[in-house]
């Protein structure tokens, strides 16, 4: 009997804490909501998601890359290799708030140096002459595949700035910051 009354005890409590919380709008607090909508965004860079990967292989495209016999998805794979990210912190002050975060990605300025150097040493090779332009835009694709196999990853640091608008934290400078990085993951 003392058993069946302390569990209907504890059941009630819980059953209180829980009606409590919901009556009061326990939600998450903005940092939390911040980080997980950021966390979201990155996570899908991590995991190569569909659609990161469909908008990185569009502007490949838009930029004639296939031209030069490389596929969208090939690319937008190859500019991601080794991309990840950490959110060091997120401040919020009222209706602003501050997401300092660290972004490891290929080097823009890294893969045009390899790149350069790559295609000038083909085009400076007299063999390179007696090709058609067919076989040189082949040569040239699969010159700048592997400028990205061998470009280097670096860490940059960045602040992002959201404000509640509503009930709704949203991003306010993301596109400007994340386009300012050397970095290929953020299509400009």
Known sequence: M????ATA?????ALLAFM???????QPSSEDVIRKTVEEKFDAYKALDDAVLSNIASKAEQDGLGELGISGQDYASAVLNGFDYSIDDVTVDEQAATVSMTIV???????????????SAFMANPD??????????????SITMQAFEQTET?????????QLQGN?????????VLGSLDSFAFPE
Not at 105 to 119: C, G, I, P, Q
Not at 154 to 162: C, G, M
Not at 168 to 176: D, G, K
Request: glycine share 4%; aromatic share 6%.
């Open 2 to 5: 003392r058993a069946i009354k």
């Open 9 to 13: 005890t504890i059941a009630a409590a």
């Open 20 to 26: 409590l919380c919901a009556a009061c709008g326990c």
């Open 105 to 119: 990605s290929k080097s823009r300025t890294d893969f045009y140096n390899k790149l350069n150097e790559a295609v």
């Open 128 to 141: 390179t002459e007696s090709m058609s332009s067919e076989e040189k835009d082949a040569q040239v694709g």
């Open 154 to 162: 670096v860490s940059e640091n960045v602040q992002l700035q959201f």
């Open 168 to 176: 709704t934290w949203v991003s306010v400078n993301s596109n400007e």
